[in-house]
């Protein structure tokens, strides 16, 4: 069985790639592919399924149409939390007693080695005093791989090109050397204390949900390697406090799949997206969506970011990507230099821009005596 936090995300990644390696392999006799559910079942009767971990609890029930569940790998795992991977342990646990022989489980994590503060890093990593130039461990009941874009042979020398010639020294580290990584300039900070005037932390605020009268909705386009980020939020003036409580993500999503998906969650409400997409506004528009352009300013990327710093922000602990997005959000540095830079890095930052986007009108500075509009871009 095939995972990822989001069960949508699943068709573009692990789906499409193994049917096109089937295809690839001129082997599509052998096997039957269905699209919904997404399962791909062999003539010999076993299946690859695949599941989203939205509801982890779901995944208990699964039962494949032949045998017994033996392999779970989870695409993308930095994206879940340890909680769910604890409870996918539990699930491969014990031994179907009609089998006649012992069975080996086993669950595999694929990922990118971003932060050294990430559970996987503890839970798998720590205690065996793991070195970044390593490639291979192995003990009872684990075995670490790893490698980087150097041992992937399907890569083009464009790919490898772009990774090599990545300045920021975190992107670096972690995606072009397969490193662990480090951040030194983090533009959120952790809101640790009820004394701190800002800062960002993960909090289950559903009671309040319902009391929410300040609603805004953000929209950052994107279709095939950038993916498209909205998030619904409530933006509380008197306590410099936002409350993000919402969060949608996809990839290679059809104009009206958007609208069908946003429809039900801002109802007549008006959603601020990307100026820089005037067709997918316009797509948006035709199909009922009360959409706008987020207006343009000088420097705004910096000051949005500033006047979200300013803020008591508080994110709903099922928002994942929202929240990697706070965690990672870093000012650039210089690969060459090691200097930090006040340029942001433009990663990691789908969901920021588009929260930006939906406060635009709510963000306004002191310039000459009076009071000035700042629009986000």
Known sequence: MFCRQVARTLRG???NEIVKTIQEW??????RITKSPMEITCDNGYQITFQGLDDVEKVKSITPAKGILTDIVIEEATETAVDTYKQLERRMRGVDIAQAEQVTKRITLLFNPILRSSWIYKEFFADINWQDDQTFYQRQG?????ATHKDNMFLTQEDRD???????QYYYDVYTLGKWGTLEALIFKPLMTEEQSSGWKVLDFTDQIPSFDNIRHGLDFGFATDPLAYNGMHYDKRRSSLYIFREFRAIEMSDLELSENL????????????????KSIKALKEHGINARGAKK????????????????????PELIHTRQEFELYHWKKNRATGEITT????????????????????????EGGGMHSIKGI
Not at 26 to 31: A, G, H, P, V
Not at 142 to 146: A, F, G, K, N, Y
Not at 308 to 316: G, T, Y
Not at 343 to 366: C, G, L, T, W
């Open 13 to 15: 990644s692990c789906y």
């Open 26 to 31: 001129k082997i599509e006799d052998r096997f």
């Open 142 to 146: 684990l075995t670490i791989q790893h």
């Open 162 to 168: 772009v990774l090599e010639n990545e300045t920021d």
């Open 263 to 278: 429809k039900p969650v801002i109802g007549d409400g008006i959603i601020t997206c990307d100026s820089a997409e005037p």
């Open 297 to 316: 300013g000088p420097d705004s990327v910096r000051f949005g970011i500033k006047w979200l710093r300013s803020l008591k922000i508080f994110i709903m």
């Open 343 to 366: 340029n942001p890095s433009d990663k990691n930052n789908h969901h920021i821009d588009d929260i930006r986007y939906a406060n635009e009108q709510d963000m306004a500075h002191r």
